[in-house]
Structure formats: structure tokens, C-alpha cells
């Protein structure tokens, strides 16, 4: 029974540290896209492209290794919801790859007014940090299963809440005094959109740690 007990603690610890290398490949990621938004690098945009297809297929090996245990070990309680939540987690983590793929696209090719360039280097580049400190935040939160962590993470959501708002503000009034900027504007909200996105798919990742160690769901202000 000993033997068996620490071949289950095995298969749970190497399902979550797998889920840990995936979202160190899309914290990555996000460092190269907000680069690319800065500088039009290719090679920053190509490297979030090849490595998109090792999250997708970390997020594929995830889910059978889950099952996998699932279906050998029968478990229960919190080993239950921890082989779950990592594999729901790993749904929101190749999601969020696809969110920073989109990001790196489309900064690669931008032009526009000085308005809105410095819009893109300045309000973007600053949604992006707050994402990025959420992601990093909440990935330790879920390597030390820290319920405090992963609160402080959620509060954060909306902070990044508000400043996509801001920015969507300032593009209207921007594109308002210039209908030639529409294009532009455009593009700037896509950007900001995606990042906002990422910080969602990231709350969750914090939520999965509160229901993984207290049992209860956060989600919906449960």
C-alpha cells in the first residue's frame, strides 16, 4: 500500500509540474510579444509561433496523464479536485498562448499617427506588465498551492479591467478627431483586447488554487 501511495504522490506531482513547464513556456511568450510590440521583431513572433505548439502539446499530454490516473487510482477529495483543476488549468494556460500568439501578430506590422504609436508603446506596454505580473504571480501561486497568492491575484483582475476600458476611451476619442485612425484604433484594441483576455484565462488559474486546497468554487462569487 506504502508503494502504491508514493507512485500515486509521483503521478500527481509530475502531472502538476508539467502543467508548471507549460505556463513557464507562455510566461515566455508574453516577455517576447510585449518586445515585438516595442521593437516590429520577426524573430520575437516567430518564437511565439513555435512555441505555441509546445504548450498545445503539453496541454494534450496533461489531459491524458489526468485521465490516466483518473481512471487507474480512482481518487477522492482534494487529489480529485487537484487532477481536475490542473487539467482545467491547462485549458486556460493554452488558451492564453493563443491570446499572446495574437498579440505577437499583429504588433508586428503597425503603423499609424504618432498618437497612436505612443498609445501602443505606453498604454498597451502597460496592460501588458500588469498581465504579466499577474501570470507570474499566479504560477507561483499554484507551484506553492498559496491560497493568499492566488487571492491577490484575482483582486488584480481589475485593475487590468480598468485600464482596458481607459484605453478603449482614448482610442473613440482619438478616432472621433480623425476618422482616418479608425484602422489604427482598431488594431490597438485587438492588442488590448487580448491582453485583457489573458489576465481572465490567469484569474482562473487563481481560482483553480483556491478550489484545489479549500474545496470551495470562487468562480462567480461562489
Known sequence: MEHTSKQFELELEDLRSSLLAMGGIVEAQMERAMRAIATNDSELVEAVSREDKKVNSLQMDIDRKGMEIIAKRQPAAVDLRQILCTMQAAGDIERIGDEIKKIAERAKQFQANERFQSLRLNE???????????LKETLNAFARLDVIAAGEVIGRDKAVDEEFERIMRLIVTYTLEDPRTIGAGI????????????????KNLSEYVIHIVQGKDPRHGG
Open 124 to 134: 498597451v506596454k502597460h496592460i501588458g506588465v500588469l498581465v504579466q505580473d499577474m
Open 187 to 202: 488594431e490597438i484594441a485587438f492588442l488590448a483586447k487580448a491582453a485583457e483576455r489573458v489576465a481572465d484565462h490567469t
